[in-house]
């Protein structure tokens, strides 16, 4: 034998031992296993695929609804939905659940106006509009804020007033004592 052919070949007091369990010699071997596919369990690597991870919360639904001035697409609570009872009775639907055919306006007094004053809203709920209805439509209009550029000009007209008032203060000299 060479000598290189002597020291691959065991020794005849050593036999191959598993990992974990001890030889002859009282040592533990330390030779571990190669990591089964797919993080399997058996001999044959049948197991099942190692989990994902979770991504998080799927985002929720949020029903999309569109104003019938504008034409706009927004969400089902950022908008105000109007419905003709199986009465035949125009109302406010605050829920967004009451029964009949509804139709959706922007919360803004001037798109609200728009649509009383034209026949959009009658149009949409294919029904004519009588006026107790039309009155109570009205009366809730008003209780609706106002769109952003009518607050601009109504805050200047504020401001015009304000300053106006400020300098009739500032022009009063006071007495000398």
Partial sequence: MTAEAMQIAPTPNSSPARAGERNSTDEVTTTQTPPLPHG????????????????????????????????????????????????????????????????????????????????????????DINSEDAAMLQAYAETLLMSNEQRATSNEEIDATRHSALSTQHSIVPAKV
Avoid: F
């Fill in 40 to 127: 399997g369990r058996g001999v044959r690597g049948g197991g099942n695929p190692p989990r994902k991870k979770r991504q998080g919360l799927k985002p929720r639904h949020i029903p999309q609804r569109t104003c019938i001035v504008t034409r706009q697409t927004g969400d089902k609570r950022g908008l105000i939905r109007i419905v003709r009872t199986p009465e035949g009775r125009v109302e406010v639907d605050a829920t967004g659940k009451k029964n009949g055919r509804g139709a959706y306006l922007t919360a803004d007094r001037a798109i609200w106006e728009r649509a009383l004053k034209g026949n959009l809203l009658s149009r949409a709920l294919k029904v």
